[in-house]
């Protein structure tokens, strides 16, 4: 069930207040090891930054096939603030999952969960707000540092901010630079390493996030 948060925040006092207290109905939970469907979530930009398309793709995970897509095109909601960010793109995400007709067992966002200043990304806030299991991975670090990683796909290493693992640098592909995970809402970090492998068995970036990003490039073309 989708939670909307009411009144939406006008401004950064308002909306750290809120990422506080969302922040505080995270649940760290193992989450499922084997899911049927996965829903890939991201948002593109026009060349003005005035508006945007938010797309929410939903696949059957044993195949890839697509389950269901819905979009949305809107404004961002907030202004550009770090730390902040997901409150520019939540509300249009959240139109796109109210969409679908399936519902899907794992949200995969384009961006971060626990591996953020607050430990509240956009992962986490969609996790929270719908009550799904949910995690990020990111094509580049927002916080942290990290041991290198080795060459071979699998690979990975411990993300750390300030003493605390927020999540890992995993090499999806052999040679290829890794990709950023970190868990958002009831899941844990194996099992978002193991499905972001399970989904990115051919390119750097899981084919949710593939999905996602053409679907809502589209819009706005």
């Known amino acids: 069930m989708l939670t909307a948060v009411q009144p939406w925040p006008r401004t950064e006092e308002e909306a750290l207040a809120v990422q506080d207290a969302l922040r505080s109905r995270v649940v760290?939970?193992?989450?499922?090891?084997?899911?049927?469907?996965?829903?890939?979530?991201?948002?593109?930009?026009?060349?003005?930054?005035?508006?945007?398309?938010?797309?929410?793709?939903?696949?059957?995970?044993?195949?890839?096939?697509?389950?269901?897509?819905?979009?949305?095109?809107d404004r961002p909601a907030f202004p550009y603030v770090p730390g902040l960010f997901a409150f520019r793109e939540v509300p249009a995400l959240m139109a796109a999952l109210e969409k679908l007709t399936v519902r899907p067992d794992v949200l995969i966002c384009d961006g971060h969960g626990l591996a953020?200043?607050?430990?509240?990304?956009?992962?986490?806030?969609?996790?929270?707000?719908?009550?799904?299991?949910?995690?990020?991975?990111?094509?580049?670090?927002?916080?942290?540092?990290w041991e290198e990683v080795g060459t071979a796909r699998g690979s990975r290493s411990a993300l750390v901010d300030e003493g605390e693992t927020v999540g890992a640098v995993l090499r999806t592909q052999t040679g290829v630079k890794p990709v950023f995970v970190s868990v958002g809402h009831r899941i844990d970090l194996d099992n978002a390493c193991s499905l972001t492998l399970r989904l990115a068995s051919r390119y750097r970036l899981p084919e949710t996030t593939r999905a996602a990003d053409r679907v809502c490039r589209d819009l706005l073309s």
Do not use: I, M, Q, W
Not at 41 to 67: E, K, P, Q
Not at 122 to 133: I, K, N, R, S, Y
């Open 116 to 145: 953020h200043p607050r430990r509240f990304g956009l992962a986490a806030h969609l996790g929270v707000l719908t009550d799904l299991p949910s995690f990020g991975v990111g094509k580049t670090r927002l916080v942290g540092e």
């Open 28 to 73: 760290s939970a193992a989450g499922p090891a084997d899911p049927a469907t996965v829903a890939g979530l991201d948002v593109a930009y026009d060349d003005s930054g005035d508006r945007l398309g938010a797309a929410v793709v939903v696949l059957n995970t044993a195949d890839l096939s697509v389950r269901d897509t819905a979009v949305v095109r």
